[in-house]
């Protein structure tokens, strides 16, 4: 059976989510693991932003797991003097390499396309996180450059900038198949 994920608007009891991927070979990129409070917080605030609709968060669920694998989501930005959303994601480390944040990113992007009214959606992968990078490419993202970030607050780091064009119907469309793990023709 292929594996298949779901995104689940993030709920009261994901905190654990977050838990599972606080670790220090996953958030390598990402300055380290957090404190229980710093997730806490994270998880409040992931909550706060999708009530007030400031960002959309999602619990990742595989077809092939009894747990949520990770998370995904997408808030509101403005980059460069334009309105944009910015997306990010994370799977925890025993699920990784079997296509899952492909999947995740392409339905992420195809939500915002339905429930969006912003034209460009951002990622911003320090430029030595390659499986990152990797994954912008394979989603359809272009990349536009790199630029000098702080993550966390107070720690400078550099990322590459990719861009997914939402206006692009067929590119959302094409997301959308592989998301649903059809064929895809090159």
């Not at 609709?53 to 999602?58: L, N, P, Q, T």
């Not at 460069?80 to 492909?102: C, F, H, K, M």
Request: aromatic share 10%.
């Amino acid at each position: 059976m292929h594996e298949t994920i779901t995104l689940r608007p993030w709920g009261h009891g994901d905190l654990a989510v977050l838990e599972r991927s606080n670790t220090q070979e996953a958030t390598r990129f990402l300055g380290g693991p957090e404190s229980a409070e710093a997730l806490a917080n994270r998880h409040a605030r992931f909550l706060r932003l999708w009530r007030e609709g400031e960002a959309r968060m999602f619990a990742v669920e595989s077809s092939r797991e009894a747990e949520a694998v990770g998370s995904i989501g997408y808030w509101k930005k403005s980059w460069q003097g334009e309105d944009v959303y910015e997306t990010g994601w994370s799977i925890a480390t025993p699920y990784q390499g079997r296509g899952l944040a492909t999947q995740a990113l392409a339905a992420c992007v195809a939500d915002a396309a339905r429930h969006g009214e912003r034209r460009w959606m951002l990622a911003f992968p320090r430029i030595d996180n390659a499986a990152s990078n990797a994954l912008c490419r394979a989603a359809g993202f272009t990349l536009r450059g790199e630029e000098d970030f702080e993550y966390p607050k107070g720690t400078p780091i550099r990322s590459n900038v990719w861009a997914f064009d939402l206006a692009q119907t067929a590119s959302v469309e094409l997301l959308a198949h592989v998301h649903r793990g059809d064929a895809v023709a090159e």
